[in-house]
């Protein structure tokens, strides 16, 4: 994918719901986040990247991670009476 150089990626995700609540009740959440970390992950095989506006394109994967991780996170809104 790459010449060889050495390339770093940074970004945030930003996660967003909201719920509407009535008169004489109130909103309870429960948030659920799940993390895993890895080192020295070997890749190989082939990545697809979809882009937001649907397009596609594969690439050819062989290398190894220095540290990998993955979040995911799981929300549970709900109404209930006061």
Request: glycine letters at 8%.
């Amino acid at each position: 994918m790459t010449d060889g150089q050495t390339i770093t990626k940074e970004f945030t995700e930003t996660y967003a719901d909201s719920m509407t609540v009535r008169p004489g009740m109130k909103m309870t959440a429960t948030v659920t986040l799940y993390k895993v970390v890895a080192k020295d992950v070997k890749w190989t095989g082939k990545m697809t990247v979809t882009y937001a506006w649907g397009g596609t394109q594969t690439f050819d994967v062989d290398g190894t991670f220095d540290s990998v991780s993955c979040t995911k996170q799981h929300i549970n809104l709900n109404a209930v009476p006061l």
